[in-house]
């Protein structure tokens, strides 16, 4: 499974595809035209909070009512990201109802060395909003 940060035409991310990798594109929240243009052909769509290089990266929330409008719009699952931590999981899950999400700098101790406390944290939040959003069929953490 790749996640790619960066601007793909869908025609590449198909071709990348048939090879039998699975494709994950990074899309900005608020790129709605990008993630239906993209949902077809990839395995499934991360919604991250744009950075000046692209989407992702930041550590930063956005807005999640702009995901979960995404969420809606599209026939694919989507992965939230963007500043997620313990403290702000349930929430973002909650609202967004994404398939699952990722955690990176949210869970970190310092310089990218991750807490095991916060990631066993973490993942007991996002297990509990999960059992919140009944009507979804997903899998978090």
Do not use: C
């Amino acid at each position: 499974m790749l996640q790619l940060h960066g601007d793909f035409a869908a025609d590449d991310l198909d071709s990348l595809r048939a090879t039998g990798v699975g494709v994950v594109p990074v899309v900005d929240a608020t790129d709605l035209a990008s993630a239906r243009d993209l949902a077809p052909v990839v395995d499934a769509i991360l919604v991250d909070t744009p950075s000046d290089s692209g989407a992702g990266g930041t550590g930063e929330t956005h807005d999640w009512d702009a995901s979960r409008d995404l969420v809606a719009a599209v026939d694919a699952p989507v992965i939230l990201a963007g500043g997620l931590t313990p403290d702000n999981v349930v929430e973002a899950v909650r609202t967004v109802e994404p398939y699952g999400v990722d955690v990176a700098s949210g869970v970190e101790a310092s310089g990218g060395v991750k807490d095991h406390d916060a990631v066993r944290a973490f993942v007991a939040a996002a297990k509990t909003a999960r059992g919140a959003v009944d009507d979804h069929e997903g899998v978090v953490a």
